[in-house]
């Protein structure tokens, strides 16, 4: 099953749900809409729901983190995380996400309606790295044991995209 992100919004409160297998793909419509719920003044608070989850690789749960970082900021609260799944639950204890969600074992959002996000036109593949280099330095700043779980993976992008750069400016 593929995966997808569904929103929605009612009087400042956002319900984003992940569906499926949310992977790398789905990060350039989400960093948009993360934006834009942000900048938004009536924003008041917001729930995730990995209730229909199946998978999530690292990319989506760096952004995942920096949407908590981004309420952090705006509200001084930490969002709510719904998870059911004892697996992705175990994955998120073990990044640490209980220290930048509450995490929450039901559904929450009652009949707020969503709409599926839209995915984003195709991104380049340095538009791509640059997600996943930028997810996952949020996961990194998040505990020592994310640090290095992911910092070999982070150096490599890192290095292919210096070696990118060098390869366009000589040309």
Excluded: W
């Excluded at 009087?11 to 992977?23: C, K, L, P, T, W």
């Amino acid at each position: 099953m593929s995966g997808r992100i569904v929103v929605g919004e009612h009087q400042g409160v956002y319900v984003i749900r992940y569906e499926g297998d949310v992977r790398v793909t789905l990060c350039g419509s989400f960093d948009h809409f993360l934006q834009v719920m942000l900048n938004n003044p009536e924003f008041n608070c917001v729930l995730v729901d990995l209730s229909d989850a199946i998978a999530i690789d690292s990319t989506s749960l760096g952004v995942l983190a920096k949407l908590s970082i981004g309420v952090q900021k705006k509200t001084g609260e930490l969002p709510a995380l719904i998870c059911v799944d004892p697996g992705i639950l175990r994955i998120l204890s073990n990044m640490g996400f209980d220290d930048v969600f509450t995490l929450v074992d039901k559904n929450q959002h009652g009949s707020t309606p969503l709409a599926v996000l839209p995915v984003s036109p195709e991104l380049t593949e340095a538009d791509l790295r640059e997600r996943v280099i930028d997810a996952h330095h949020v996961l990194m700043s998040m505990s020592e044991r994310n640090q290095n779980a992911f910092k070999d993976l982070v150096a490599a992008l890192e290095s292919e995209r210096s070696g990118s750069d060098a390869s366009q400016t000589s040309q």
